[in-house]
């Protein structure tokens, strides 16, 4: 039997009506919106859906609370198994993963077939770059001829990856082959630009996203042509604050919300890591001033409404899940959006960028019911994602407290109990 559930009284922050919430009642039912009755003069009645149960439902009393499309983090490295629960504990119901391999493909399908507990994952390949002696221990995939680019090709559509990843350091004369049998292919490329030639000859070219604030040139008359390009922006710039954070103003890892409910072997490497990543910047005395990356990204956004959030975790400082609220917060404090455009950039704008706007980011009859029942208004302060009652994921939910549970359990777990992804080389990723 098909369980029947009715959200009632519940405030609906469509993400499809604007800075608005509609009162009334969510039906839903087999892993879709079957029915939304709004009230008038406080009865419930007029809406959308025929819906007709054959069933009793199960009633979900959502007085004073407001329900808003499962989150995207639309920047993550979905690596340890782990990360699963402690997205659904944030309200994060999809994710756009960053750096896809055979074992994220197999993920991916293990979630949507109701067998592994986690985000929906939507992917990219892996990451493709030229030689970059920059970055130590470089575990990206390097491409030197036409021929490594038809088997990053290769391997990428073969594993239902979605988009071409790349890294800056790629030959120009190569990249552009790149780009244009990526076209040929309907295989949209993101990631970090170019070090090598004119970004606006990417933009030409159809470059799909660029991924952080640090990766847009420094020429505002460049970004604004790429932002009029049609180019998609996902800013991550929470983690690029964790350089001037932790590298040269002490913040310290322990100091941070929900770190000790990592599991304690997740805790010591992020410290270690932690440790050499300022090591590093220190002896390179990398000091940028933040102010002017920050105006980078503020240009973008006077020009376009292309923006993802997205949080890069699990970046050392960058809790999975938890970091969503942090980014943004800093999407409506630094870079000056407003609630609702910063909860557009969690919802229905990553759902677009991704090709799945008919199915997630907005609250419609027949849309996909991946919800999240909050405590609070996030058109009043949009920190109150983090006031979570509820959170639905197609035919699966769970209480607040129920995920708690599971994230205390999460803490305890040893390394040995975690699945972690391998890379091209066989280790480990994370």
Not at 113 to 138: E, F
Not at 277 to 299: C, M, S, W
Not at 421 to 428: E, K, M, Q, Y
Request: aromatic share 10%.
């Amino acid at each position: 039997m098909v369980r029947v559930t009715v959200l009632k009284n519940a405030d609906l922050l469509t993400m499809n009506d604007g800075p608005v919430t509609k009162h009334g009642d969510l039906w839903i039912s087999d892993g879709r919106i079957q029915k939304i009755d709004l009230y008038e003069n406080g009865v419930a009645g007029s809406g959308a859906g025929e819906f007709q149960p054959d069933e009793t439902p199960e009633i979900i009393d959502c007085t004073g609370c407001v329900i808003v499309p499962g989150l995207i983090d639309s920047h993550v490295h979905y690596d340890q198994s782990y990360m699963g629960d402690f997205f659904l504990a944030s309200g994060i119901t999809s994710v756009r993963s960053m750096r896809g391999f055979e074992g994220h493909a197999r993920w991916r399908d293990e979630i949507l077939a109701g067998k592994r507990r986690g985000p929906y994952i939507y992917s990219t390949g892996p990451v493709y770059d030229g030689d970059d002696p920059t970055i130590p221990d470089n575990d990206n995939v390097i491409i030197h001829t036409e021929e490594d680019v038809e088997e990053a090709i290769r391997y990428t559509k073969s594993h239902g990856f979605l988009w071409m990843k790349t890294y800056p350091s790629i030959e120009p004369e190569l990249y552009l082959y790149l780009m244009r049998r990526c076209r040929q292919e309907g295989l949209p490329v993101c990631g970090h630009m170019t070090k090598k030639m004119d970004d606006r000859i990417l933009a030409d070219e159809g470059y799909f996203c660029c991924e952080h604030t640090s990766s847009l040139p420094s020429d505002p008359e460049t970004i604004r042509y790429l932002a009029e390009s049609g180019m998609w922006f996902c800013p991550t710039h929470v983690v690029c604050e964790t350089l001037p954070d932790y590298v040269w103003n002490g913040k310290q890892l322990k100091d941070l919300p929900h770190y000790m409910d990592l599991p304690e072997c997740v805790r010591t490497h992020w410290e270690e890591s932690n440790q050499v990543i300022i090591a590093n910047y220190r002896e390179l005395n990398v000091h940028p001033d933040f102010q002017t990356i920050i105006d980078r990204g503020k240009t973008f956004l006077k020009y376009s409404n292309n923006v993802m959030a997205g949080t890069d975790c699990p970046y050392p400082g960058i809790v999975p899940g938890f970091a969503m609220a942090d980014e943004l917060e800093k999407l409506v404090d630094v870079y000056g959006m407003t609630p609702y455009d910063a909860l557009c950039a969690a919802t229905c704008s990553p759902a677009r960028h991704m090709g799945i706007g008919e199915q997630k980011g907005r609250i419609m009859v027949g849309m996909d019911s991946d919800l999240v029942v909050l405590g609070g208004n996030p058109l009043e302060n949009v920190g109150n994602v983090r006031r979570i009652k509820w959170v639905f994921q197609g035919t699966r939910f769970w209480s607040d407290e129920a995920l708690q549970q599971l994230l205390a359990a999460d803490g305890e777990i040893k390394k040995e109990e975690i699945e972690y992804i391998l890379g091209a080389d066989g280790r480990p990723l994370g």
